[in-house]
Nanobody, 123 residues
């Protein structure tokens, strides 16, 4: 399984960005995919995930109501729409995936990782 992330950049506080993660290598009907992030001097933290099984999503409290995830089955691609961005959202965002239907908030449960994409939010 290969994951290719894209879409990071620099945005002012209050702005929006959309990240993409394209998956390849197998079918993903029984996978969950989503995002972690790691800010300067911080540990990698859970952001949000989507289940290809039923389309359910789960988000960290810090982004709930501001971030959404959607998926395009035909393209094996998920999108992280980030609105009302804050400086504390500044981080390298990593796409991740695991087989199965359960979403875990710990990074150790995820087998597949994409390269990071930098998101910088200026105040």
């Amino acid at each position: 399984v290969q994951l290719q992330a894209s879409g990071g950049g620099l945005v002012q506080a209050g702005g929006s960005l959309r990240l993409s993660c394209a998956a390849s290598g197998r079918t993903f009907n029984n996978y969950v995919m989503g995002w972690f992030r790691q800010g300067p001097g911080r540990e990698r933290e859970f952001v949000g995930f989507i289940s290809w099984n039923d389309g359910s999503t789960y988000f960290a409290d810090s982004v709930k109501g501001r971030f959404t995830i959607s998926g395009d089955n035909a393209k094996n691609t998920i999108y992280l729409q980030m609105n009302s961005l804050k400086p504390e959202d500044t981080a390298v965002y990593y796409c991740a995936a695991r087989s199965g239907k359960y979403i875990y908030s710990s990074s150790r449960y995820y087998d597949y990782w994409g390269q990071g994409t930098q998101v910088t939010v200026s105040s």
